[in-house]
């Protein structure tokens, strides 16, 4: 039997035995999971979800947290800065060994279910700041430029005034918490604000450091 699995983002077709490398998962190393969204499951008769099937699940024993090989990427920008640059970049992965597959009574097994891992900084840094009382419409555009300390964040490659107000609304105020994000905080800040790839595309953290220095 096989199965049709989806994680991370991504779809991986698995039978018990196979060794398998996805998106970083929040378990560790000897931890058993279980993937419960599955696609399809192969064999003799073979069953189709819509999208998933209900009470099926593949559980697999996490061997070791590890990074995929890096990749290279060359950047060369026209606008406001007129550079180019190259970075690598190495994807969190996490290496796991499929031992059974369920058609059915999954979701009463018990076992942990197998979720992305996202750091603190990133829940805390992506959660949208509660709005303060405002007197005016007038005053609700104004308020986040206003706040104490904050830097011009249009300053950043590609960062015009309505993506300024959406990290803002997130909680990204200065170039200093743009230049510690780490890959995980960069992930979430993707999914927030729905423009998944032009943090790295744009250079955002490097420009922030140099930004931060003053």
């Not at 920008?77 to 009574?105: M, N, P």
Request: net charge positive; charged share 30%; glycine share 10%.
């Amino acid at each position: 039997m096989f199965a049709v699995l989806k994680t991370g983002g991504k779809q991986y077709k698995v039978q018990a035995g196979d060794m398998l490398r996805v998106e970083k998962l929040a378990a560790d190393a000897g931890e058993t999971i279980q993937f419960n969204d599955v696609l399809m499951l192969g064999g003799d008769a073979p069953v189709v979800g819509a999208p998933f099937i209900e009470g099926a699940g593949v559980q697999a024993e996490v061997v070791e947290q590890i990074k995929g090989d890096k990749v290279i990427k060359f950047v060369k920008r026209r606008r406001k800065h007129s550079s180019k640059r190259t970075v690598g970049h190495r994807q969190k992965l996490t290496l796991v060994k499929i031992t059974d597959i369920l058609s059915s009574g999954a979701d009463k097994s018990g076992i942990k279910a197998a979720t992305g891992s996202v750091s603190a900084a990133a829940v805390e840094a992506a959660a949208p700041k509660k709005a303060a009382p405002k007197k005016a419409p007038a005053k609700k555009a104004e308020a986040p430029a206003a706040e104490a300390g904050a830097d011009d964040l249009k300053k950043l490659s590609g960062v015009g005034p309505a993506l300024e107000k959406k990290l803002v609304a997130a909680g990204i105020t200065t170039f200093a918490q743009i230049a510690a994000w780490t890959d995980e905080d960069v992930a979430a800040m993707d999914e927030k604000l729905s423009f998944k790839g032009r943090i790295e595309r744009e250079g955002w953290i490097e420009q922030a450091k140099e930004l931060a220095k003053g």
